[in-house]
């Protein structure tokens, strides 16, 4: 039975351009390392893509190849979410059962897995401890595992499936129960799956956990990310507000706002509309937020009749240009927005854990949804154009922030959206889509990424990374190797013959620097992780510059703590947002310096820009 033909089949009758994302994503990773897999071993991959952008749809074609290659058992993990995993569960029931054959069962269906016959067989779990400890038992005593391979799909691998004790040489209870599950069968493919791969790409080979392959697909082109969202010359719809008096006058110009977008949606046929609010982590906060608006909801609906309510009506109407239906008439905007304050036509939806509210909430009318954490991974909001984010920590974490803005996706209309937001936090949103674009170019070119960040922002939380392995390197610093090899000594004396000792530092390519590198070769020192810090600002400025010196004839000792001298480590710091790469010439051959070859080199010192930190493992 060709399964991903018949997958195809049925959602080109939905979105041609999908079904032929889908197959050339099922066919790379099926061409590529599933036809090469030697059955007898255990594989670790990575399939990305951006946040709220089609993963699942995404996977099911892989998993659909992965049957025709042969694999017969998979499981699908979840967050630990019972709605969310009911949804994912439905949906799988639907796409591969219902329509393609397989047999797909939820977490109380063993008797449905044992009964599976020659159909491949999927089973869709929560990362919750008990449930993933009680199928490793289950999965113990099932034969079939024994000599066959076991394919693993972990939605939001970086989530909750790392090691949190890595750092205790212990092993976090979710993690212990997927090794296990893991190593039940004599092989597998454990494919993760995420928008937000840094805490996964910084992971330590001896960790197991990091991807042997990646593989990132590109959303449709309906879909709204970071390159839409977060630039550096900020779009219109974006509104700054630092300078606002107080929590309520914010909410009555997101309310205004929203009320214009949700008439304008509901004119054109839509039956929701929704704002997001995240304010904190802090239940009391969305409490208090929650106030605010309630109070600026019943000033404008006991106002709507006042001429300054109008006039901001249509200031607010004034800026729309929806892009998925044509603009309605002010008039009819107007009334549609009194009727929905006339009739109580909306909602507050408070979503955390102590809540009484439920997403479900949301699926219709016009809502204002106030939360936190729980607006976090797997929830989606249908039609959602407003948002107003003031979320902030002492130390911000990228792939965290990225996730919980849940701002990106296919139904916003580029032309109803609207961002109220902090400036600073826009600023470190700006930055963390840069580093995205980065890691994204670098695995499409099948490098290992090079991941950086300015100030205070991290990559991920720090639990998950094994700090004993990994590099946290100071912008702004001076690093170099103890022991180089160079190779060889004369093709790097050649490359530098033009620039002289007593030169001022030259400004040159960042690929040249790149090139210098290349020549050298040194023990714990991770030349080509400087050179993949260097790429990615290549990847965002093909004529990126550097600054490289020249000094030859240096009497300089093996194994000392510091190579440049004071003068020349004062002219590298002159250079404080560029890599600047310091060549020494030493005199190796001096018996007296104690350098182990007896012979001369070249020494590289690199300066790293002290904009950013830079991680690598």
């Avoid at 074609?61 to 019972?82: H, M, P, R, S, W």
């Avoid at 090794?179 to 910084?202: N, V």
């Avoid at 854990?353 to 989606?380: A, Q």
């Avoid at 003068?567 to 030493?586: G, R």
Wanted: charged content about 25%.
């Amino acid at each position: 039975m060709e399964y991903l033909n018949t997958y195809l089949d049925n959602i080109k009758t939905k979105n041609l351009a999908q079904a032929n994302s889908i197959k050339n994503t099922a066919e790379t990773i099926g061409k590529e390392y599933l036809s090469k897999f030697d059955f007898c071993s255990h594989k670790m991959g990575l399939l990305f893509g951006n946040v709220q952008s089609g993963k699942t749809g995404q996977v099911f074609g892989v998993v659909c190849k992965a049957v025709e290659l042969g694999f017969q058992f998979f499981i699908l993990l979840t967050t630990d979410n019972v709605a969310l995993q009911k949804q994912t569960y439905e949906r799988t029931e639907r796409d591969l059962e219902q329509q393609n054959g397989f047999v797909v069962c939820s977490e109380e269906d063993e008797q449905k897995f044992r009964s599976h016959g020659v159909k491949p067989v999927i089973i869709v779990l929560k990362k919750n401890s008990k449930i993933l400890k009680e199928w490793t038992n289950k999965l113990k005593n099932i034969d079939d595992l024994k000599g066959n391979p076991l394919f693993i799909i972990d939605d939001e691998a970086d989530a909750a499936s790392l090691n949190t004790k890595v750092n205790k040489n212990e092993i976090s209870t979710i993690n212990k129960y997927l090794r296990e599950i893991k190593d039940l069968s004599t092989s597998s493919i454990y494919l993760q799956m995420t928008g937000t791969p840094q805490s996964l790409l910084l992971q330590s080979e001896i960790s197991g956990w990091k991807p042997m392959f990646t593989y990132y697909f590109k959303p449709g082109k309906e879909y709204l990310g970071g390159d839409f969202f977060f630039k550096e010359k900020t779009p219109n719809f974006v509104r700054f507000i630092d300078d606002e008096r107080d929590g309520e006058s914010i909410a009555y110009k997101v309310i205004i706002r929203h009320l214009v977008a949700s008439a304008q949606l509901f004119l054109s046929g839509a039956k929701v509309s929704n704002c997001l609010v995240h304010p904190s982590s802090r239940q009391d906060i969305h409490q208090q937020v929650r106030r605010e608006f309630e109070k600026a909801l019943s000033k404008v609906t006991f106002n709507h009749n006042e001429k300054d309510f109008v006039e901001d009506l249509k200031k607010e109407y004034d800026s729309i240009s929806p892009n998925k239906s044509q603009k309605a008439d002010f008039v009819d905007i107007k009334e549609k927005v009194f009727e929905m304050l006339e009739n109580h036509n909306y909602k507050i939806v408070v979503l955390n854990s102590s809540s009484s509210d439920e997403p479900e909430e949301c699926k219709k009318g016009c809502n204002f949804v106030i939360g936190g954490n729980s607006l976090g991974r797997g929830v989606t909001f249908d039609k959602l154009n407003t948002f107003y984010y003031t979320r902030s920590s002492k130390t911000p974490q990228a792939d965290t922030m990225w996730q919980q803005s849940r701002i990106f996706g296919y139904d916003r209309d580029a032309g109803l959206v609207s961002l109220f937001i902090l400036e600073n936090l826009y600023n470190l949103f700006v930055q963390i889509n840069d580093t995205n674009d980065a890691i994204i170019k670098q695995v499409e070119e099948g490098r290992q990424p090079s991941i950086s960040y300015a100030g205070n922002l991290r990559p991920t939380r720090m639990t998950v990374l094994d700090k004993s392995l990994l590099n946290i390197l100071v912008g702004g610093s001076n690093y170099f190797p103890a022991n180089p090899i160079n190779n060889t000594y004369d093709q790097i004396t050649k490359m530098v013959v033009r620039f002289k000792d007593d030169e001022e530092p030259a400004s040159v390519p960042l690929k040249l620097l790149i090139e210098i590198l290349g020549h050298f070769k040194a023990d714990n020192f991770d030349i080509a992780g400087y050179q993949a810090m260097m790429q990615t600002e290549l990847n965002k400025d093909p004529l990126a510059k550097g600054m490289l010196m020249v000094r030859r004839n240096r009497n300089i000792t093996f194994g000392k703590r510091a190579l440049l001298s004071p003068n020349d480590w004062k002219t590298t710091n002159a250079y404080a947002n560029s890599f600047v790469l310091m060549l020494y010439q030493v005199n190796g051959h001096d018996p007296k310096l104690k350098w182990p070859k007896h012979e001369d080199l070249w020494v590289p010192n690199i300066k790293l820009p002290g904009v950013k930190n830079f991680y690598i493992i």
